[in-house]
Structures are given as structure tokens and as C-alpha cells.
């Protein structure tokens, strides 16, 4: 009995110090244990309790991330299966459904839309709001208020022909009538016809001087004219230019021995200006420009030929004045003066009756000075 208490009791003793001693913390089992021996690796104190060693953590930044990487196809879009059955075959639907996005003939006639507006400004001066806008702006009487302007002019003439062959020279005078007419259909845009003749002229009718024939000398033109306006008040300055067809006559006897019948026509440049200087008073001057001609002879009495081929310009250059009276009624003059010039190339087909030659390179030289006095009429 003795002896199983004793065992006992030192077993007791035993565990009760072991739990005394693994309740201590681990601060305290380091100043409990000796200092001259050191800690087993494998004892219980060693392998519990370790120091971790500090991980450095790197910044984080925006740029050093990693982007994933592409195969550098572009995303194709989903087509339903409404889609590829109204597809055409052979036919890419992304391109389809591109194109029904942006029609093709929505731009085509967008464009001539675009073009038709520019080409209708170009020739009208603008729509037909603009232009109404614009004729509300002039004063009653200003002239560009006019629709119509008709007039009527007398005057005289005098033409020389200079030329190396007999057949076409000569020199006339006299009196002159005209008339004229102007169709505005905005106030920038309108149409004009001229005509002139003369009156009992008439030129030398052999080489010798012994007769005299009649010469019955025209003048036609049709202009599409365009005006710049300068202002709004009835003094601004305006700028005309017209583009046309100008055509001249000179008709003889139809039957005379040694002279013929004379056109020459070709398309035609005009430009001018109108500068008042006052409400009642403007000038006018301009020139005229024929700058590809064509001149013809025709057949009288005789049959000639001045050359094979010609080339004929022509020049004119004009002033003027004129007084307004009121919209509707207007009086002027005005003094011109032409120069056509035509060269022929090759023989003349008959001999110079002066000279008995037949020249080649036959030139002609025809100056012409008009001055006139008209009234217009306009409503």
C-alpha cells in the first residue's frame, strides 16, 4: 500500500510540473531555460515558435500591368439567321449590313441635289426667296426693278476696208437705225438682241471709180448678259458681262460684175460697266471681243476666193452716257468702234484687176466707228 501511493504521488508530481510548465509563454520559457545550453532543433520550443521571414511587396502600377494578348482578328459581328437567309450568296453580310447603313443612291442624289443648287445660284443670282428678298430691298424706281427694256437709236457710220486684193476693198458711210431689246429674268440675269442697218450707203463699184452700188451693211447679236451689282442705292456701280452670237453683213446687188457678198460671225465676249453719278445720270463703256471668227464670201456677179482658209478676230470697244428720266424712260448716246481683222491662207482664185496678180496671203483690215442717239422704254 506504501508502495503503490509513493508511484502515485510521483506520477502526480510529474504531469502537474509538465503543465505548469507548457501554460508559460513563450517569453517566459525563454528566461526559464538555461543559458548555456542551446535549444534543440527538434525540442518542442524550437520548431513552434519561428520567425517568419519579410516578403518585400512591389507597387503595383497601372503601366507594368499586362495586357492580354489579341490574334489581331477583328471581332466579326452576329449575323441572325434572319440575316444569312436574306443574304445573297457569295455576298459578305458585314459588307451588306455597311451598305444599308450608307446607300449609295442617297449620295448620288444628294451630289446632283448639290450641283443643281449651285448651277441654279451661278445662272439665277439664287433661289427664288433670295431674289424676291433682294428686288424688295431697291427703291421703285431703280432700274434694276425693270422686266423689259426696249429700244430704238439713229446715228452714222463710217466703215474702211484695207485690204491687199481689190475684190475686198472699199470704204462707206451713212446713216444708221437700231434696235434692241432686254429680258430680264432676275435682276442678274438676262437676254439681249441687237440689230442694225444702214440706210442709201453704198461703195465704189469698179477699179476705176466710174460707179457707184448700193452696199447694204447689218449688224445682229443675242447675248446672254449677267450683272454684278455693286450696292444696293440707285448710284451703285454695276458690271455687265455677256456671252453670245454676233454676226455682220455686207449685201450688194446680187448680180454686180466685180463685187461680193460679205458674213462674218462668231461667238462673242462682251463686258461693260454702268458707273452713275447721280440718280438721273450714268456712263456706260465696255468692249467686245469676237475671239474666233468665221467670214465668208458669197457668190454675185463673179465668183471669187480670197485663200483656202481664214482666221478673223475682232475688237470693239464702246462709251456712252445716259440720262434716266424716271424707271420707264431713258435717253442715251453712245459712240463705238471695231476692228475686224482676217487673214487667208493660200492663192486668191481670181487675178487683182489692178494689179493683174493673184496674191497669196490675202489680209483684210475692216475698221468700223458708229455713234448713236436712243431712248429706252422699259416696264
Known amino acids: 500500500m506504501i508502495f503503490r501511493f509513493f508511484i502515485c504521488s510521483l506520477v502526480t508530481g510529474i504531469l502537474g510540473a ?16 538555461s543559458s548555456g545550453k542551446s535549444p534543440d532543433k527538434n525540442s518542442l520550443d524550437s520548431s513552434r515558435y519561428t520567425v517568419r521571414p519579410e516578403t518585400k511587396t512591389t507597387p503595383r502600377t497601372d503601366s507594368l500591368q499586362t495586357l492580354p494578348k489579341t490574334d489581331g482578328t477583328k471581332v466579326q459581328p452576329k449575323i441572325s439567321t434572319q440575316e444569312k437567309t436574306d443574304a445573297k450568296p457569295g455576298s459578305d453580310p458585314a459588307t451588306d449590313q455597311q451598305g444599308a447603313q450608307e446607300p449609295v443612291t442617297v449620295e448620288v442624289e444628294t451630289q446632283q441635289q448639290e450641283v443643281a443648287e449651285q448651277m441654279r445660284d451661278f445662272f439665277l443670282g439664287g433661289s427664288e426667296e433670295s431674289i424676291q428678298e433682294f428686288k424688295n430691298l431697291l427703291h421703285p424706281r431703280d432700274l434694276r426693278q425693270n422686266l423689259v427694256e ?16 481689190w475684190y475686198r476693198r472699199h470704204h462707206s458711210f451713212g446713216p444708221i437705225v437700231s434696235a434692241d431689246a432686254t429680258i430680264w429674268i432676275t435682276p442678274f440675269l438676262g437676254f439681249r ?39 444696293l442705292d440707285r448710284k451703285s456701280p ?3 458681262v455677256g456671252v453670245g452670237f454676233r454676226e455682220y453683213r455686207i449685201n450688194v446687188p446680187a448680180n454686180d460684175p466685180d463685187r461680193i457678198r460679205v458674213r462674218t460671225s462668231g461667238p462673242s465676249i462682251t463686258l461693260g460697266i454702268q458707273q452713275p453719278t447721280s440718280v438721273s445720270h450714268l456712263w456706260e463703256a465696255g468692249v467686245q471681243l469676237l475671239p474666233r471668227g468665221d467670214q465668208q464670201e458669197g457668190k454675185t456677179g463673179i465668183n471669187i476666193r480670197s485663200g483656202s482658209k481664214q482666221e478673223t478676230y475682232s475688237l470693239g470697244i464702246y462709251v456712252g452716257s445716259r440720262i434716266v428720266m424716271d424707271r420707264k424712260h431713258q435717253f442715251y448716246w453712245q459712240l463705238s468702234h471695231t476692228l475686224d481683222k482676217s487673214l487667208f491662207d493660200g492663192q486668191a482664185s481670181l487675178p487683182d484687176p489692178i494689179s493683174g496678180n493673184q496674191p497669196t496671203g490675202v ?10 442717239l436712243g431712248y429706252t422704254w422699259a416696264e
Open 363 to 372: 489680209y483684210i483690215n475692216t475698221g468700223t466707228t458708229i455713234f448713236k
Open 18 to 33: 509538465s503543465l505548469a510548465f507548457g501554460q508559460v509563454d513563450p517569453s517566459s520559457a525563454t528566461l526559464l531555460r
Open 150 to 165: 426696249v429700244g430704238a437709236a439713229v446715228g452714222v457710220f463710217y466703215q474702211d476696208s484695207n485690204s491687199n486684193y
Open 193 to 231: 438682241a441687237d440689230f442694225a442697218t444702214s440706210l442709201a450707203s453704198e461703195i465704189r463699184g469698179d477699179p476705176a471709180g466710174t460707179r457707184r452700188i448700193p452696199a447694204d451693211h447689218q449688224w445682229w447679236a443675242g447675248s446672254l448678259f449677267f450683272r454684278k451689282s455693286f450696292g
Open 238 to 240: 454695276m458690271l455687265f
